[in-house]
């Protein structure tokens, strides 16, 4: 059953539903239908307000600044550093050729370990369609001679082949007893055939002054 209400004005009871007071026939009032619209009213001031701080915030202001994407797509481009590129190393130089053989200097080096000797190191191919062997002939050092024995042993190369053979020079029959004292070698190279080891061919008065 719908609960009955009494009239403010005079307190005689009201049916459900009545819009006027059968008594002193007041106009009733809907205590929900008031209290409605004032929740209406407070959540639109509020909206109100809401939209209005939004509005003068300045994060709401849209951004005049480019985005980083678009910077990116403007931003002119750095040009490259114009470092300059190491030169490449020269090749060595010939130091020596003929129809059998193409010698180039390597390097003249001691080892920390050996005593009273020097290593001569030539970059020697073979040119020729025969096997060969290669050896110094008439070696001197800052004008001094060394004896056959001590000019080295021979270098064993294939046709079209090459060889880094080290020849070693000792300092025994010499007034020096260092690779620092060296001012001068001259040599003779000598090409030989292997099976007789005649000699085929000769480089005289090949010099380095290291």
């Not at 009273?116 to 050092?141: H, M, R």
Request: proline share 10%.
């Amino acid at each position: 059953m719908a609960k009955q209400t009494v009239c403010k004005k005079c307190g005689a009871r009201l049916a459900p539903g009545a819009k006027f007071c059968p008594a002193c026939g007041a106009k009733t009032k809907k205590p929900h239908v008031v209290l409605g619209v004032i929740v209406i009213v407070i959540v639109a001031a509020f909206t109100a307000v809401a939209v209005s701080a939004l509005r003068d915030s300045p994060a709401a202001a849209p951004s005049l600044s480019p985005s980083p994407a678009a910077s990116a797509a403007t931003a002119p481009t750095a040009a490259p550093s114009a470092e300059p590129s190491a030169a490449p190393s020269p090749a060595p130089a010939l130091l020596a050729e003929n129809e059998h053989v193409a010698v180039t200097f390597d390097s003249l080096y001691e080892e920390a370990f050996v005593d009273g000797v020097c290593y001569l190191k030539l970059a020697i191919t073979n040119n020729w369609d025969k096997e060969i062997w290669v050896y110094l002939d008439k070696a001197s050092v800052n004008g001094e001679m060394l004896p056959a024995v001590m000019q080295g042993v021979p270098t064993y190369i294939l046709p079209g082949k090459s060889s880094r053979n080290p020849f070693i020079l000792s300092y025994q029959p010499l007034s020096i007893d260092s690779i620092e004292q060296i001012e001068a070698v001259e040599f003779d190279i000598v090409i030989a055939d292997r099976e007789s080891l005649d000699e085929i061919s000769r480089i005289p008065g090949v010099r380095i002054e290291p």
